[in-house]
């Protein structure tokens, strides 16, 4: 994913785990130069050996960059794209988005991904504006554009210390909008208790002494809570026609298919980071020294992306498991989730547990047999649309 304006946003969000990322490109301008983006792409299209190539600009917030710079990206795309197909994807928090970027997106078809958590108590109780102010109307008026322009658009939502009480409330507020693509993140972030910089600086996953865990971040066994409560309501009524990301990551795994999300697979390293000033990174979350791989002005993506160092870190999802992991029976659709979660201990003493696990253990023991269902339907070509009826009569005294 590219940062075309590294970790800038127009929001003050308290638990945002970029904004700390600032004070690494302070000496340099807060904007991707036209040479940088013009290598990135024609780099990128290059290295893909997919007919489709998908672009996707990420933030910070990526908006501040303006429909300008998304028209030289695409010229570029159309330069660079031979005989591949060019899709675009952009992830904003909603508050920039008007008529020109509207009729922009629209004319280039991008897909739009909006970060909302909630009906308005719940979203403005972490995402706030510039002076602690009030975002939820602002991006409610950029999501009734999209809708008004018949842009389509997912949502995404963090599940925080506060969120996670009010499960079912979020899932219908997100359906009452139009949301049929949902996406439900996490909170789990530590901070180094002996920073050095003005702003909070973020604890790599590495580090076991002198790292805090934020008072935002989502108790584990409650993010369990919090999506079991989604899914049984999503399973006895909107499966087919509500798509929620883990979910649907789940099921094929159960299937043995690629799931198609990092988290959920055994290795990773194919999700680098790209800032405004040509620094890749290992992944979005590892924007640590450590894990810059060099600079694609000075180096080419596809020597980047398969470095030694790149490769080790791929492999590390699924080597560096605790050996309880690697005996539980969902070893196959959890996979250790994200390494940077990992920052607890095994009963046993072994570094390395996700803290989430005891609230995926809670998730994945709950939907095994709606899966089980859903997977034996499809591999004898039926609908797996009949769980319905069986999660209504398993649900119904729950």
Excluded at 61 to 83: D, I, M, S
Excluded at 110 to 131: C, N, T
Excluded at 324 to 342: H, I, Q, T, V
Aim: proline share 5%; hydrophobic share 35%; glycine share 8%.
């Amino acid at each position: 994913m590219a940062k075309p304006v590294g970790a800038l946003c127009n929001l003050d969000c308290n638990y945002c785990y970029y904004r700390g990322k600032m004070s690494m490109y302070e000496d340099n301008p807060f904007m991707m130069k036209e040479e940088v983006l013009e290598e990135y792409v024609k780099q990128y299209i290059q290295s893909q050996t997919s007919p489709v190539v998908i672009f996707s600009w990420q933030g910070g917030e990526p908006t501040l960059a303006g429909p300008a710079f998304y028209e030289q990206a695409v010229y570029f795309q159309k330069k660079y794209a031979g005989n591949k197909k060019i899709e675009n994807a952009i992830q904003t928090n909603g508050t920039m988005l008007d008529e020109a970027w509207c009729i922009f997106l629209k004319k280039h078809r991008f897909l739009v991904g909006v970060s909302i958590d909630g009906p308005r108590e719940i979203h403005d109780y972490h995402r706030r504006g510039v002076g602690q102010t009030s975002t939820w109307e602002k991006v409610m008026r950029g999501i009734n554009l999209l809708r008004d322009y018949s842009i389509p658009f997912n949502t995404l939502t963090t599940v925080t210390s506060h969120s996670v009480k009010f499960p079912l409330e979020i899932y219908e507020f997100l359906k009452g909008i139009g949301s049929s693509y949902q996406q439900y993140a996490p909170v789990v972030e530590r901070y180094l208790k002996y920073k050095t910089t003005i702003e909070p600086e973020l604890s790599p996953p590495e580090v076991r002494i002198g790292a805090e865990l934020t008072t935002w971040s989502v108790p584990a066994e409650k993010y369990g809570d919090f999506m079991v409560s989604i899914f049984n309501e999503w399973i006895r009524k909107d499966v087919g026609k509500v798509f929620v990301q883990l979910f649907e990551t789940s099921l094929a795994n159960w299937l043995g298919e690629d799931p198609g999300l990092c988290l959920f697979k055994k290795y990773c390293g194919n999700a680098l980071l790209l800032e405004q000033n040509g620094d890749v990174f290992a992944c979005d979350h590892f924007v640590f020294p450590n894990y810059l791989r060099g600079n694609l002005m000075d180096q080419s993506l596809q020597e980047l992306a398969s470095s030694e160092d790149q490769t080790a870190f791929g492999f590390s999802k699924f080597n560096d498991l605790p050996s309880m992991c690697k005996s539980c029976d969902y070893l196959f659709a959890c996979f250790g989730e994200c390494p940077k979660n990992r920052i607890i201990t095994t009963p046993e003493g072994e570094y390395g547990l996700n803290y989430l696990c005891p609230g995926l253990l809670k998730y994945f023991k709950h939907v095994a047999p709606f899966m089980d269902h859903m997977r034996e339907e499809i591999q004898k070509g039926r609908s797996p649309l009949s769980v319905r009826k069986m999660a209504r009569k398993l649900l119904s005294s729950k």
